[in-house]
């Protein structure tokens, strides 16, 4: 990166220290460090709720998804708004009547201690995991910026979010989104005009989309059925987005800590509803929007030579190895392809605006030539992992990253930098923030000493520990975040690993919502033999021993811990409380 760079990307990233330090004047105690003192306005819920959403992972990842995949993934949101509504009038309600901290107090009320504990477990054990992963994201962009070891990076990245998140609490991760999402957002417009300038002459957007439809990136709406019937595996498509995507919508923003405490932090009812059912409006847009910037940049290197392989970071060495001639050889035929499919793409464009009756031929045979670029990248990445078996050859996270520096102008890179890590940041702060809330307000009682303090020296010493137990889920989080390389698309990874466990979350509050006959040893069974068949069915899948894709584990555990409850309640004979 120039100077011009390194200055952005520092001014950018110190300013929104300073900003959230200052906004993070809270009473200092739990109810100010974890809610900010329920006084959030329905807009700052808002950009809160899309800030803890839309990661580091999202910026980084989803346009290198729609590179590869398609615009399919966008059906993945297709059942989050249906879900915004059920939460609004079911979920939240509740959790405002209650004033709890935490969604999982109330299954107390509802059922038992063990039943509260044993969820909010799943919920630390999901959400941990999932932070370290999201830790990863801005690593991996610093760590191929300046060539330093990936793990080193974690600790200084996530070192650096730890002082930040542990100083601020809830308030300051509030206002610091809301500047980031402000930050994000232009910068992201200004990307997609960059990518459309730098198209042919005479190639505009429209073009762009044309040529990206030809190879099938446009496949916005699938329905996973074919001659052999419904796709089972088929991970994205209508189906799979309405059913399994609202299953899994309803239980992150009806029950995981993460959203829960970002709308528990509103002033008044209205004001959760209002964040939540908005956010419901603006996902799907805002997710096509940033899946169309992956298109945009398929859309770039059909008409511009693109490299072989994204992630800049190979070591010189592989051409030392005795794979290295071939690898060479592979980087001069995917030139010359690529070079071809420039030429190809033209000429479709030029004959789709003529008319003429060769469109289909040309069609063709772009499909074709970016089949065989395809075949050449992957021979490309099998080459890499023979001369060098430590190298991650999974590149589609450094699709978007590898664009911004090659093309870019000076300045910029440097705002796009700062965007990837400032998403991480307000999305991890508010993990960070409900993993400490859930130890504080769920586990925290169980070990309490000094049971007899005043109500002031309580209030002091809570706050004091809640910041060494966020202290604790940051250093968990860099420790999972060392393991995460080679783990494939990070988006689609952090949703996996929220499915598995989603579902039957999911599962016990629709039975403590909708059963009232069902009894806290039923639920507990019932949700404890599931987790451990949704573990089993996760399992086989990946084995490729059934197939199954991984959004239908959400309602297969909430229908299933439904369905088991209710039996075994029915079983025993034990009537409603």
Same mark, same amino acid.
């Given at each position: 990166?120039?100077?011009?760079?390194?200055?952005?990307?520092?001014?950018?990233?110190?300013?929104?220290?300073?900003?959230?330090?200052?906004?993070?004047?809270?009473?200092?105690?739990?109810?100010?460090? =974890?809610?900010?003192?329920?006084?959030?306005?329905?807009?700052?819920?808002?950009?809160?709720?899309?800030? !803890?959403?839309?990661?580091?992972?999202?910026?980084?990842?989803?346009?290198?998804?729609?590179?590869?995949?398609?615009?399919?993934?966008?059906?993945?949101?297709?059942?989050?708004?249906?879900?915004?509504?059920?939460?609004? %009038?079911?979920?939240?309600?509740?959790?405002?009547?209650?004033?709890?901290? !935490?969604?999982?107090?109330?299954?107390?009320?509802?059922?038992?201690?063990?039943?509260?504990?044993?969820?909010?477990?799943?919920? $630390?054990?999901?959400?941990?995991?999932?932070?370290?992963?999201?830790?990863?994201?801005?690593?991996?962009?610093?760590?191929?910026? $300046?060539?330093?070891?990936?793990?080193?990076?974690?600790?200084?990245?996530? &070192?650096?979010?730890? %002082?930040? !998140?542990?100083?601020?609490?809830?308030?300051?991760?509030?206002?610091?989104?809301?500047?980031?999402?402000?930050?994000?957002?232009?910068?992201?417009?200004?990307?997609?005009?960059?990518?459309?300038?730098?198209?042919?002459?005479?190639?505009?957007?429209?073009?762009?989309?044309?040529?990206?439809?030809?190879?099938?990136?446009?496949?916005?709406?699938?329905?996973? *059925?074919?001659?052999?019937?419904?796709?089972?595996?088929?991970?994205?498509?209508?189906?799979?987005?309405?059913?399994?995507?609202?299953? $899994?919508?309803?239980?992150?923003?009806?029950?995981?800590?993460?959203?829960?405490?970002?709308?528990?932090?509103?002033?008044? $009812?209205?004001?959760?509803?209002? @964040?939540?059912?908005?956010? @419901?409006?603006?996902?799907?847009?805002?997710?096509?929007?940033?899946?169309?910037?992956?298109?945009?940049?398929?859309?770039?290197?059909?008409?511009?030579?693109?490299? *072989?392989?994204?992630?800049?970071?190979?070591?010189?060495?592989?051409?030392?190895?005795?794979?290295?001639?071939?690898?060479?050889?592979?980087?001069?035929?995917?030139?010359?392809?690529?070079?071809?499919?420039?030429?190809?793409?033209?000429?479709?464009?030029?004959?789709?605006?003529?008319?003429?009756?060769? %469109?289909?031929?040309?069609?063709?045979?772009?499909?074709?030539?970016?089949?065989?670029?395809?075949?050449?990248?992957?021979?490309?990445?099998?080459?890499?992992?023979?001369?060098?078996?430590?190298?991650?050859?999974?590149?589609?996270?450094?699709?978007?990253?590898?664009?911004?520096?090659?093309?870019?102008?000076?300045?910029?890179?440097?705002?796009?930098?700062?965007?990837?890590?400032?998403?991480?940041?307000?999305?991890?702060?508010?993990?960070?923030?409900?993993?400490?809330?859930?130890?504080?307000?769920?586990?925290?009682?169980?070990?309490?000493?000094?049971?007899?303090?005043?109500?002031?020296?309580?209030?002091?010493?809570?706050?004091?520990?809640?910041?060494?137990?966020?202290?604790?889920?940051?250093?968990?989080?860099?420790?999972?975040?060392?393991? !995460?390389?080679?783990? @494939?698309?990070?988006?689609?990874?952090?949703?996996?690993?929220?499915?598995?466990?989603?579902?039957?979350?999911?599962?016990?509050?629709?039975?403590?919502?909708?059963?009232?006959?069902?009894?806290?040893?039923?639920? =507990?069974?019932?949700?404890?033999?599931?987790?451990? &068949?949704?573990?089993?069915?996760?399992?086989?899948?990946?084995?490729?021993?059934?197939?199954?894709?991984?959004?239908?584990?959400?309602?297969?555990?909430?229908?299933?811990?439904?369905?088991?409850?209710?039996?075994?309640?029915?079983?025993?004979?034990?009537?409603?409380?």
């Amino acid at each position: 990166m120039s100077i011009l760079d390194w200055l952005v990307l520092g001014f950018t990233l110190t300013s929104i220290i300073v900003y959230g330090l200052y906004k993070s004047r809270t009473s200092k105690d739990m109810e100010g460090y =974890f809610l900010s003192n329920r006084s959030m306005p329905w807009g700052l819920v808002l950009l809160s709720i899309m800030g !803890t959403q839309a990661s580091a992972i999202t910026f980084l990842s989803a346009p290198g998804q729609a590179f590869t995949d398609g615009m399919r993934f966008v059906q993945y949101y297709f059942g989050l708004p249906l879900a915004m509504i059920v939460i609004s %009038i079911a979920f939240v309600p509740i959790f405002s009547r209650l004033q709890v901290y !935490t969604a999982y107090e109330y299954l107390e009320q509802r059922f038992d201690q063990r039943t509260r504990l044993f969820t909010s477990a799943l919920f $630390l054990l999901s959400r941990g995991i999932t932070t370290g992963i999201s830790i990863y994201a801005p690593s991996l962009v610093l760590s191929s910026l $300046l060539g330093w070891n990936i793990y080193l990076t974690n600790v200084i990245t996530g &070192g650096l979010l730890i %002082i930040y !998140t542990v100083s601020g609490g809830a308030r300051a991760v509030a206002y610091t989104q809301q500047l980031q999402l402000l930050i994000i957002f232009g910068a992201l417009f200004l990307v997609a005009y960059f990518l459309v300038d730098s198209l042919p002459a005479g190639i505009g957007f429209s073009e762009a989309l044309r040529v990206s439809a030809a190879a099938g990136k446009m496949n916005i709406i699938t329905t996973g *059925i074919s001659e052999a019937g419904f796709d089972w595996k088929d991970k994205y498509n209508l189906f799979s987005g309405l059913i399994g995507g609202f299953f $899994l919508a309803l239980s992150y923003f009806g029950t995981d800590q993460s959203q829960v405490g970002r709308y528990l932090t509103a002033k008044n $009812l209205r004001e959760s509803r209002l @964040g939540l059912l908005m956010n @419901g409006v603006v996902k799907i847009p805002m997710q096509f929007f940033i899946l169309l910037l992956g298109v945009l940049l398929f859309a770039h290197y059909q008409f511009n030579p693109g490299p *072989i392989f994204f992630n800049k970071a190979v070591p010189q060495s592989v051409y030392q190895s005795p794979q290295g001639d071939s690898l060479k050889q592979l980087e001069k035929n995917f030139s010359i392809l690529s070079t071809r499919q420039g030429q190809l793409s033209q000429s479709y464009i030029q004959a789709w605006k003529q008319g003429t009756q060769d %469109i289909a031929v040309l069609r063709a045979s772009l499909a074709l030539n970016n089949s065989q670029l395809n075949t050449k990248r992957q021979d490309y990445k099998t080459l890499l992992k023979k001369a060098d078996s430590t190298l991650d050859t999974n590149d589609t996270n450094y699709i978007f990253l590898r664009y911004v520096m090659d093309h870019l102008p000076h300045g910029l890179v440097g705002l796009l930098i700062a965007i990837i890590i400032l998403a991480a940041w307000g999305s991890i702060a508010a993990a960070l923030n409900s993993l400490s809330a859930c130890v504080m307000a769920d586990f925290y009682p169980l070990f309490r000493q000094n049971k007899h303090e005043s109500e002031q020296q309580d209030k002091q010493a809570m706050y004091n520990i809640s910041k060494y137990v966020t202290l604790g889920w940051g250093v968990f989080s860099v420790i999972i975040a060392q393991f !995460t390389g080679e783990m @494939g698309s990070l988006i689609e990874l952090v949703n996996v690993l929220g499915s598995v466990f989603y579902g039957v979350i999911l599962g016990i509050f629709l039975v403590a919502f909708f059963s009232k006959f069902i009894q806290a040893q039923a639920i =507990f069974l019932a949700a404890v033999v599931v987790q451990i &068949g949704i573990v089993a069915l996760y399992v086989l899948s990946m084995k490729g021993l059934i197939d199954l894709a991984f959004l239908w584990l959400n309602v297969i555990g909430a229908l299933g811990v439904w369905g088991l409850s209710a039996l075994v309640q029915v079983a025993t004979k034990k009537g409603p409380n």
